[in-house]
Structures are given as C-alpha cells and as structure tokens.
C-alpha cells in the first residue's frame, strides 16, 4: 500500500517512519498531483490553522476535500482530528477543516504547551501508552462516528466510515497499535 503523509508541517516524518515500520510505502505529499496515486492518506499532528493555510497556498487544500469526500482512508492525529472535523469550537474566527467527520471537537481542550502530558490508555481495546501535545478532545460526536478511546471522560480516538482521527500523537512512541488498525482494519477494502 502506498500512503501519503501531508508534509506541510508538524510530525509528518514520525508518520512516514510508523508507516514503513508497519511495512507499507509512504511518500510525503505537498502537491495536489501527488495525490492521485495513495492509497491513503495521513494528517500529521502541527498547528491546524498554519496547515490549512499551506494547504491553501500550495493548491491542496480543495484536492484533499474532495479525496476524504471520495472515501479515501485517512487517518488524522492531533491537529489532523480538527482538521477531519465538521465543527470546531475555540478555533480562530472562520477556521477551515477538511472537515468529513461529524464530530465537534474543541482546539487545545487540555491546555496549552506546559499542559502537555502523557497517559496510559485504550484504545480499540487494546492498551496504549498516549502522548497528548496541546491536544483537542471532541464535544460530541454525530450517530454514525464510534469512539475507540477516551481520556478525562471526553473521545479522543474516533472513527467514521474511512475515517479515524487521534487527539494523541502514536506516532511520537514505538507503539505501532492505531497506525496497523489504521492499516488493517480501515484500509484493508480500499
């Protein structure tokens, strides 16, 4: 499987070296041409509004709608969860997603930098040691989303159709559970 790891910024290296470990290809995307031969597609944890913003100068922000409205599995860790959701709360005035997930999460829901922290969870029911960096949390979640995990009783791993999205970073530990789900479970029909 070819997957592509948007390389605008953020921890876009981390999700290519979880990739390969997990033994599928993974090239870095920053053109709207090179989306046209992934299999799936992965948006790193960084700052979602700069994200957007890049996206938009680099032409891609349009293309990478139209390929999550197409289906295409994408996973999003961190900023990728907002950028996957339909509504954001504490957000800049008029921030864009990608949007896909019907999901509300909130930006930075368990604090600023210094808050930062580290948690043993579930996810999928299987343990997993969690790196929240600045993390959002989702508010509420539409019928069709299922919550994989949770943390300060708020999702923070959820999935909808060929979607999944992370509040957390997996890619920052040697775990490699949520990217071989991602794989397994989510791009195995695609």
Same mark, same amino acid.
């Given at each position: #499987?070819?997957?592509? /790891? ?6 876009? %290296? ?10 599928? &290809? ?11 031969? !992934? ?22 922000? #349009?293309?990478?709608?139209?390929? !999550? ?12 969860? !907002?950028?996957?959701? *339909? %509504?954001?709360? *504490? ?13 509300? +999460? %909130? %930006? ?5 930098? +210094? ?5 043993? !969870?579930?996810?999928? *029911? ?14 509420? /979640? ?13 999702? +923070? ?19 490699? /559970? /949520? ?6 479970? #989510?791009?195995?029909? &695609?």
């Amino acid at each position: #499987m070819k997957v592509g /790891v948007l390389a605008l910024q953020g921890d876009f %290296r981390e999700h290519i070296k979880a990739t390969e470990d997990c033994g599928h &290809s993974a090239t870095e995307i920053r053109r709207a041409s090179e989306l046209t031969s !992934i299999d799936a597609l992965i948006l790193p944890g960084g700052e979602s509004t700069t994200i957007v913003q890049l996206a938009q100068t680099f032409n891609l922000y #349009m293309p990478i709608k139209e390929i !999550i409205a197409s289906g295409l599995p994408v996973y999003g860790s961190c900023a990728g969860m !907002i950028l996957l959701a *339909d %509504r954001i709360i *504490d957000g800049i005035a008029d921030q864009k997603t990608f949007g896909g997930l019907d999901i509300t +999460v %909130r %930006r930075n829901a368990f604090g600023r930098q +210094v808050d930062s922290f580290e948690s043993d !969870i579930t996810f999928a *029911d299987s343990p997993l040691h969690a790196i929240f960096i600045r993390a959002p949390w989702v508010e509420d /979640v539409g019928p069709s989303v299922e919550v994989l995990s949770t943390a300060a009783a708020h999702p +923070v791993a959820v999935r909808q159709g060929s979607l999944l999205a992370t509040s957390f970073h997996p890619e920052l530990t040697h775990d490699l /559970v /949520v990217h071989r789900y991602f794989f397994d479970q #989510m791009c195995k029909d &695609s």
